[in-house]
């Protein structure tokens, strides 16, 4: 059942097939000299405003940061600093101010900060209110560029994540581990060189705070900016305990800042969730294509805006399974790969429920949900054709391009690599399978030449030559993902007090479509015999 009552919208979705096939300018980090002296002023951080505490008490409630002790400046991406127009630090000095800064130490930073309550759904199981239990909204920043980085939103709203406890802690302590912090700082920034919509993470401050999790690890905090952390549970809240006057307020509120086109609709409720299935199939339509899992799609981990947003134990796609989860505590695979597309389908069905108070007849709802399917095919298979090579989706390549997946299950190919070795094969029937390409088809040879012979014959109905197929290819399939042994690496060296694994993977994660000698390790899949990631919802 979605919520505590059905109240006319279909709770049970039928299974789907694997669903992919069913129907960036950047600035270099700076390298760090450590004995450097600051040449420059310290940084003058621009003023935050809170526009969300204007919602009411019933929304949000101020809380302190707690600062962390003995700040130190893990890692910051200079992509997102360049957002909210801040010079990244460029000596040692200037990484102490940040740490500091970022760490929680600066009123000027941490004056206004509250935490937001929500609710949500967890496992397919109504939870009941949760809420910011580790994580403090400080405000907003307005865009450096006027909304032309941000998908045209004109601010970006700031959150500490990590900052101890708050009153929707419940049994949590609100430290983030600097393990956990390391990821999600390092995908989030990997996301977006990818062109996934996602919240980005400005900096991460380690400290030698001590936190219990499955051992004894340090606390870290992670800056994060996204337009608007508002989730699918802070729908759910309002509306599943009775307050349709504070869900209707927060409804207007997001319709004003983020998608006004519906404010002249005859129904606004209805047409924002209309925008939000749309955006919502363009989500799951660039994850499926980028090969990440997101390991934990509960509803109050499901942004309004369609951006992925919490990143808990994720992880990208190695060796292709679609039953593949890396989530220890899924072990029924609810949020494995290729169900990802369904459970967002029961998410949006739970938030349109959620907004069942304001919009006149359920069945308006019900066929808004409706629309989720046919846009996330039509979405994901523009992504594949694109992976392919090719130009136009016709009606026949929903088979091959199906075929193709079950042979990449079969032979455990890798995601990643397959798709880039995909662009050195020839249109020509003649030409020898690149062996790189072959490699990945270990078990079925035959099977997979045979395939090759119909992808052929599929690209001689294209216009482009091979050299220009192969570049439109190495444009949208990544050299570089963040995989899992990799991250890990970084994290032990960042746990022994080194943190510049950390800062090299960022600069390979930022330009992962460039091959680049300096970052080929780091298109190295893991050993053979390795097993998958699996992580606990502490990672």
């Known amino acids: 059942m979605v919520g505590k009552a059905a ?41 935050l405003c809170q526009p969300f505490a204007a919602l009411g ?26 957002l909210v127009g801040l010079q990244p630090p460029r000596c040692t000095e200037e990484e102490r101010l940040w740490a500091q800064a970022f760490g929680g130490h600066v009123d000027t930073l941490s004056g206004g900060s509250r935490a937001t309550v929500y609710a949500g759904h967890q496992f397919g199981n109504w939870a009941g209110q949760l809420g910011d239990g580790r994580a403090l909204l400080l405000g907003e920043w307005p865009d450096a560029e006027n909304g032309r980085h941000s998908g045209g939103y004109p601010a970006w709203e700031v959150q500490f994540k990590g900052s101890g406890r708050t ?11 600097l393990r956990s912090s390391i990821r999600e700082f390092l995908c989030s920034e990997a996301m977006a060189a990818l062109g ?10 380690g400290s030698t705070r001590p936190v219990r999790r499955e051992e004894l690890e340090t606390a870290a905090m992670v800056t994060r900016l996204s337009p608007s952390f508002i989730r699918f549970g802070h729908f759910e809240h309002f509306s599943y305990s009775g307050q349709t006057a504070a869900l209707q307020r927060l409804t207007d509120w997001v319709i004003a800042r983020y998608c006004p086109q519906c404010a002249g609709q005859p129904q ?52 292709y399974d679609p039953l593949y989860t890396p989530n220890t505590t899924d072990r029924s695979g609810r949020y494995a790969l290729g169900r990802q597309p369904a459970v967002a389908h029961w998410n949006l069905l739970a938030l349109a429920q959620a907004l069942l108070p304001l919009i006149a007849k359920p069945d308006d ?18 992504q594949m054709a694109a992976k392919l090579g090719l130009e136009q989706v016709d009606a026949d390549d929903g088979v091959l391009l199906q075929d193709l997946l079950d042979l990449m299950a079969a032979n455990r190919s890798d995601w990643t690599l397959t798709f880039r070795h995909f662009s050195r094969l020839s249109a020509d029937a003649q030409a020898a399978i690149p062996p790189e390409l072959a490699a990945q088809f270990p078990r079925q040879p035959q099977a997979f030449a045979a395939w090759v012979r119909r992808y052929r014959a599929r690209l001689q109905r294209e216009r482009r030559s091979d050299q220009a197929r192969a570049q439109a290819m190495d444009a949208v399939n990544p050299v570089v993902v963040l995989r899992h042994h990799h991250a890990q690496a970084a994290i ?10 950390v800062r090299r993977l960022l600069a390979a994660l930022r330009k992962p479509f460039s091959p680049d000698a300096a970052h080929a390790a780091y298109a190295q899949p893991p050993a053979a015999d390795a097993p998958p990631a699996c992580l606990s919802c502490s990672s």
């Open 365 to 382: 709802a019900l066929q808004a949900v409706d629309g989720f399917r046919p846009q996330f095919v039509r979405a994901v298979q523009q």
């Open 7 to 47: 109240r006319g919208v279909k709770d049970t979705l039928p299974h789907m097939r694997n669903p992919a096939f069913s129907e960036n300018a950047t600035m270099d980090l700076p390298s760090i000299d450590l004995g450097s002296a600051c040449t420059v002023p310290p940084p003058a951080w621009p003023p």
């Open 492 to 501: 032990e060296r960042a746990q022994a007090g080194d943190f510049s694994e």
């Open 57 to 82: 008490p019933e929304f949000s409630v101020p809380v302190a940061v707690s600062p962390l002790p003995d700040p130190m400046l893990v890692a910051c991406s200079a992509d997102a600093a360049a």
């Open 268 to 319: 606004p409720a209805l047409a924002l969730l209309h925008w939000a299935v749309a955006r919502t199939a363009e989500l799951l339509a660039r994850w499926q294509a980028v090969g990440f899992v997101h390991g934990v799609m509960n509803t109050d981990n499901m942004s309004i805006l369609g951006w992925t947003i919490d990143y808990g134990p994720f992880a990208f796609i190695d060796a």
């Open 196 to 205: 996934v919509p996602t919240t980005r993470a400005l900096c991460i401050v």
């Open 167 to 177: 009153p929707f802690s419940r049994m949590g302590d609100g430290w983030a581990v």
